[in-house]
């Protein structure tokens, strides 16, 4: 084989690697396409009112939930250390705690961010203060929710 043969193999072989580095970018590329079609998210948001109580008190509900969520609740409105907890029905009657934390010393800033990943079971956020507000409060959400598919 004399040189010229062997300059056209290595162009030969450098095309095929390079085609091949082509076709996988473009496979990855596709997947991730793939992936992000299967992922719907949707927003939704509201406000709170939180009564001016020291009960526990229901503020967010959700039945059969299957979604992942984030929730944000923007708590600046609040005066008085609250606890925040999440519940979830394990057996569809009896909501047992999962998570629970206090606003304002368990968070950075005025948003209490709360993820939920949904196991098709009923879930509720619950508020109580540690001492009356002195009047009811505005308690502003989103609610990000991310449906697979």
């Known amino acids: 084989m004399d040189s010229g043969d062997k300059s056209a193999l290595v162009k030969v072989q450098t095309e095929l690697i390079s085609r091949n580095v082509d076709l996988t970018h473009m496979n990855r590329l596709d997947e991730n396409v793939s992936a992000s079609k299967q992922k719907k998210i949707s927003a939704t948001n509201g406000t709170i009112s939180k009564a001016n109580s020291t009960a526990e008190e229901d503020v ?41 934390a206090v606003f304002p ?15 098709g079971r009923d879930a509720k956020v619950t508020m109580q ?17 991310e449906v697979r598919s």
């Open 60 to 100: 967010l509900t959700f039945a059969s939930l299957d979604e992942k969520i984030e929730i944000v609740l923007d708590c600046s409105l609040l005066t008085q250390l609250t606890t925040i907890r999440i519940y979830e029905e394990t057996n569809g009657t009896v909501a047992e705690l999962d998570d629970s």
């Open 105 to 119: 010393t368990d968070f950075i800033g005025d948003n209490v961010v709360i993820a939920i990943n949904g196991k």
């Open 129 to 145: 203060s540690a001492v009356a507000e002195g009047a009811a409060r505005d308690v502003p959400w989103a609610r990000i929710d």
